[in-house]
């Protein structure tokens, strides 16, 4: 069966899985969504016998119909090496009742990984599938993590460039060091004097702008995005749900049939929305625990239908949630609406005017499977403690908003169901927060000290991606105004 892509906001255009993976965002708007959700194509069973690469090749191929066997298991095996340092690629570890699903083996270090190592592979396979000769300049602002994960999957990888700008003072030390070291001939960083928001705008304007599209076509570029709402990163992230029922299954922690719990530490709404799809593969979901940090916008939407991002932007300990506009919830608000296109359109416009929209009671019911929750700046800080003093397993701050939500889950509803709690990031980077929530006496010291204690009291070896850069030299000097990124982008192409 063929699946192919439309658009949440009512277009009737169809478009093949690599043509949306091409063109990020429909033409319209908005997102790109399957026609119809496939099923498993194997039982729950014979999960247990399959590892990552294998599950991958079976849940990508039933998405990505347009690309051949030979083409996908090529994406697949460039995509899942020794880029990452377990062999199995992810792995649950299971601590004080919950399985912590490890997905920050890869070349960064958080689950972005996941995803953005084999996206790159996918976007150059699609463009030979159809006819674009262009080089693809992948252009991104980020606020840490997208960023350095991007480089690293498109560094080197032919026919592509990358240019990423961050704001020069709103990263974290290891995050903007992670970025200024990036390796590859087709890759650029560019620190920029202002905030997430003003690179965010930056980048937003030069996709807009056809003035500029046009030079970059003369010169036989064009631009694209490797921006979550992309399905080239959804696909790939409903593998691990996928696989960590076979796991459970091989262990012994439920029956196939038997449901289970995710809880996702959600920031865009991409990763738990990979969930959800998992689901309706076929996957015996219980709940998804959709674990916010204090920017609760999403569980304040979950408890009363209303999404309202009029509200004070919070800089928590973990910044790759902190996020008013969960872009992805855009594909979920469709579902619900029964696939209703101009209602879609409507609410969207009413947020992006307004900043605010209600569901209705009924679209409202349709969400049962979901639970809010969220955690505070200081029950992130104590869960990351407690695990640690009660396992001796030290946890990132992302992963912890998870934990201690989840905590709070099973006190209120007495669920015990098997649970899956996403482990998005390693806690060395974000040693510092880590650090001092275990003990405050870790107050001060710099990086390289607090990488060390983490490692002696957590014994866990310091990651390859950290080792790199304590020693690698720093790569790229590029910095500008807000307003002078266009200029940038058109030094470095030479337009
Ligand atoms: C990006 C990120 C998240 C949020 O994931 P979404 O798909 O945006 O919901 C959570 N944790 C970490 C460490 C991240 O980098």
Redesign the pocket.
């Known amino acids: 069966m063929d699946i192919l892509y439309k658009s949440t906001r009512g277009s009737k255009k169809t478009v093949t899985a690599s043509q949306a993976i091409l063109k990020g965002l429909a033409d319209d708007g908005g997102l790109y969504v399957p026609t119809e959700v496939p099923k498993l194509p194997v039982s729950l069973a014979s999960l247990k016998d399959m590892d990552y690469k294998q599950t991958a090749y079976m849940v990508m191929r039933e998405f990505l119909t347009d690309f051949s066997e030979d083409e996908l298991k090529d994406c697949i095996d460039k995509a899942y090496d020794s880029k990452f340092d377990i062999e199995e690629i992810t792995k649950i570890r299971e601590a004080d009742g919950a399985g912590y699903l490890e997905l920050?083996h890869g070349a960064t270090i958080?689950?972005?990984d996941m995803a953005l190592s084999i996206l790159p592979h996918l976007l150059t396979c699609a463009a030979k599938k159809n006819d674009v000769h262009d080089k693809i300049i992948i252009l991104t602002a980020t606020s840490?993590?997208?960023g350095k994960?991007a480089l690293s999957g498109f560094a080197d990888v032919e026919g592509t460039g990358i240019i990423v700008f961050y704001p020069k003072h709103g990263v974290s030390h290891i995050q903007e060091r992670q970025m200024i070291t990036q390796k590859g001939g087709n890759t650029y960083v560019v620190g920029i004097e202002g905030n997430f928001d003003d690179a965010q705008t930056g980048v937003k304007n030069m996709f807009g702008n056809s003035e500029l599209a046009e030079r970059m076509s003369e010169k036989g570029y064009r631009f694209s995005s490797a921006n979550?709402i992309n399905i080239g990163r959804l696909v790939p992230?409903i593998v691990y749900y996928v696989y960590a029922y076979g796991r459970l299954i091989k262990n012994g922690k439920l029956k196939p049939g038997d449901k289970v719990n995710y809880v996702?530490?959600?920031?865009?709404?991409?990763?738990?929305?990979?969930a959800y799809y998992a689901g309706r593969m076929g996957i015996p979901v219980g709940r998804l625990i959709c674990a916010s940090n204090e920017n609760k916008v999403l569980y304040d939407f979950f408890k009363s239908g209303t999404y309202d991002k009029n509200r004070e932007f919070i800089l928590t300990s973990?910044p790759?949630?902190d996020?008013l506009i969960?872009s992805?919830l855009e594909r979920l608000i469709y579902i619900i609406s029964g696939e209703d296109g101009e209602k879609t359109r409507a609410l969207m416009e009413s947020l992006s005017d307004a900043g605010i929209y209600s569901v209705t009671g009924e679209m409202k019911d349709k969400l049962s499977v979901f639970y809010g929750g969220y955690a505070s700046e200081a029950e992130t800080a104590s869960c990351i403690k407690d695990l640690y003093e009660k396992e001796g397993y030290v946890i990132?701050t992302?992963?912890a908003v998870a934990a201690s939500v989840y905590k709070k889950y099973r006190t209120e509803t007495g669920d015990d169901t098997p649970c899956v709690i996403?482990s998005?990031?390693s806690p060395y980077?974000f040693a510092g927060s880590v650090m001092r929530a275990i003990d405050k006496s870790y107050e001060s010291g710099d990086d390289d000290f607090l990488i060390n204690e983490l490692s002696r009291i957590s014994g866990v070896k310091i990651p390859k991606a950290i080792e790199e850069i304590r020693s690698a030299p720093v790569l790229h000097k590029r910095l500008c105004a807000k307003d002078g990124m266009q200029k940038e982008v058109e030094d470095i192409l030479g337009l």
Request: proline share 3%.
């Open positions: 920050f958080a689950f972005k840490g993590d997208t994960a979550s992230q996702v530490p959600t920031g865009n709404f991409g990763n738990i929305l990979a973990s790759s949630m996020i969960s992805n990132d992302h992963t996403a998005t990031a980077k």
